[in-house]
């Protein structure tokens, strides 16, 4: 086992320990009644109401509503927040033109659009995704405009000896220099596409996991509460380690 290996092991190593000691914590503290068992239930209980929601109940189906809600909303987000990003970021005039409208768009809430996004979509799924996706776009924009505005001078006078065109040098040149900016803003937009897909299930009712913890907890189960909060976590962490994955094999090139 080589260094790096021995230097991943240990802090997988130290995270597992991180969550087997909160787990421990929260266990102790159950045990001694610290917090009313109606608010905060055991462990043992809690991962007994995630098995049961996902083998006899519906929790399956909401955890597929929530994914399904992150994921369309972070494709539009993506879609729209690399291409304006590229776009903006390859013209200095570009930037300084819109740089106003961005800095207007950029400090507002994605919560202060929900009522907006309401009225104009209802409380339906199109709701959720206009949401996500004006909430998840901004880390995604300003990612893509920073990594093709940060380009290398010297690349972009080869890119004019070659007789490249401002096509082929964005694709060839700018497009692998920002790559990296870019990866980031993705793994950014879509822990806030997650975010704002259970906030939209709870304000809107819509399927989801956000439904499910609201319900649990307004019927006081707290139990069924701290299940979907489990699922929400373990989505995030297999969300950020599939995007590690494909960070770590994009980026290949950089370590040669």
């Not at 809690?46 to 399904?68: C, P, Q, R, Y």
């Not at 809430?109 to 901004?138: C, D, E, N, Q």
């Amino acid at each position: 086992m080589n260094s790096s290996a021995r230097q991943a092991f240990a802090w997988r190593s130290g995270s597992l320990a991180v969550v087997a000691a909160a787990i421990l914590g929260w266990r102790e503290i159950v045990a001694f009644k610290l917090v009313s068992p109606v608010f905060l239930p055991a462990p043992d209980r809690a991962f007994a109401a995630l098995w049961h929601g996902l083998a006899a109940s519906d929790l399956g189906e909401k955890l597929a509503g929530t994914i399904e809600h992150m994921l369309g909303g972070w494709l539009i987000a993506s879609i729209v927040g690399i291409a304006l990003g590229a776009l903006i970021g390859s013209s200095a005039g570009v930037r300084s033109y819109v740089a106003p409208s961005l800095e207007f768009l950029r400090p507002l809430p994605a919560s202060a659009v929900i009522p907006v996004a309401i009225a104009i979509f209802g409380y339906s799924s199109a709701m959720a995704l206009g949401v996500i996706g004006f909430g998840a776009v901004w880390p995604m924009l300003l990612a893509t405009m920073h990594g093709f505005g940060a380009v290398e001078p010297r690349l972009k006078e080869v890119a004019r000896a070659l007789g490249l065109s401002r096509f082929e040098t964005a694709i060839k040149i700018s497009l692998p220099s920002a790559t990296p900016d870019i990866l980031a803003g993705l793994r950014l937009g879509l822990t806030v596409a997650l975010i704002l897909a259970v906030v939209c299930e709870m304000i809107a009712g819509l399927d989801g996991l956000g439904q499910w913890v609201l319900l649990a907890a307004r019927a006081y189960r707290s139990a069924d509460l701290f299940a979907g909060v489990i699922l929400l976590g373990a989505v995030g962490v297999c969300a950020n380690a599939i995007l590690s994955l494909i960070e770590a094999r994009a980026l290949r090139w950089r370590g040669r």
